[in-house]
């Protein structure tokens, strides 16, 4: 479908613009905060390009599949470096959040590879952690909106905790899931074009604004595709 094109075209272009990213900054993880310690600068290298190969190969409709597995298991050792933090620190919610993110990609690409219902409910199950994510940061979310948008900060970073809860218990149970996720996209679209954009126009020399800009579009791309493949 036209729609899960679009998906794979926005998670393929975030994916190599991640990897041009940790190319650019010679950083494994351009999250910034994973335990990879002092990785080899060939094995940085080799994550990045891998990012940037699988990226193109996910936009080619004929390299999609392959091109999925390559991403997955790049995202997947992300998601095992955030397990080390996790156990140290198992009471804090903020150790977790960084983990959801990156597993809501390799959801992204096991839609692509294995379309069905496991992508749409390990999406869910990372979507109640960005709700859970705002409700433990309410005021740091806030501080993101734009002060300009009516009526104020608070009133849409509750809006977006509750549009993600909801979008969640419909992910899960699977009743207007493809709805959900396909309104997920746009949320998530519009987040980043409010937050991010501006962020790297104005301070284009700070890698934790591009390292989140293209997370943002990431997750973006791949809410997209699970929207389509369940």
């Keep these: 479908m036209r729609t899960a094109l679009y998906g794979r075209i926005i998670f393929g272009a975030s994916a190599v613009?991640?990897?041009?990213?940790?190319?650019?900054w010679h950083d494994a993880d351009t999250w910034q905060n994973l335990p990879f310690f002092k990785l080899p600068g060939i094995v940085v290298d080799v994550l990045a390009i891998a990012q940037i190969v699988g990226g193109i190969g996910l936009m080619l409709s004929r390299t999609e599949r392959p091109a999925s597995i390559v991403l997955g298991v790049v995202y997947s050792m992300f998601c095992l470096a955030c397990v080390p933090t996790i156990v140290a620190h198992p009471a804090s919610y903020g150790s977790y959040v960084l983990f959801f993110e990156i597993f809501s990609l390799v959801c992204g690409a096991l839609a692509v590879y294995a379309p069905g219902p496991a992508a749409r409910i390990g999406f869910g199950i990372c979507t109640v952690s960005f709700a859970l994510a705002q409700i433990f940061y309410l005021k740091f979310t806030a501080s993101l909106v734009?002060?300009?948008i009516l009526p104020n900060q608070m009133f849409w970073a509750i809006f977006t905790t509750v549009a993600f809860a909801l979008a969640a218990i419909a992910m899960l149970i699977n009743v207007q899931?493809?709805?959900a996720l396909r309104l997920t996209t746009v949320m998530i679209g519009i987040f980043g074009l409010l937050v991010w954009v501006p962020a790297v126009?104005?301070?284009?020399e700070q890698h934790g604004n591009w390292s989140e800009f293209a997370v943002n579009f990431l997750i973006m791309g791949a809410a997209g595709i699970v929207a389509e493949s369940k």
């Design 146 to 148: 734009p002060a300009w």
């Design 17 to 24: 613009l991640f990897g041009v990213i940790g190319l650019m």
């Design 177 to 179: 899931a493809r709805l």
């Design 201 to 204: 126009i104005t301070h284009p």
